[in-house]
């Protein structure tokens, strides 16, 4: 599998619909302040999961707050 990309990730957030300008998003900033509830954070992940192949186990999911921490996860897992 190819290196996963911040942009691959705003991707997935934008096909979501969850925030109204993609580009407003801080990728080092936690989603959970940019707007991103725990519901549409959850969406996210899955679409991860199912984009990426990679399962997220529960207890890795407090550690991926921000975009840049998602990226750096999957990317350790390839």
């Not at 707007?35 to 550690?63: A, H, M, R």
Request: charged share 30%; proline share 3%.
């Amino acid at each position: 599998m190819s290196k996963v990309m911040v942009e691959d990730i705003l991707e997935i957030i934008k096909n979501a619909h969850i925030v109204k300008d993609i580009n407003t998003l801080d990728i080092d900033k936690p989603l959970s302040e940019q707007g991103v509830d725990s519901l549409d954070y959850s969406g996210v992940l899955f679409s991860v999961d199912e984009t990426f192949d990679v399962e997220i186990p529960d207890e890795d999911i407090d550690k991926l707050l921000t975009v840049n921490d998602i990226v750096s996860y999957i990317n350790s897992k390839s």
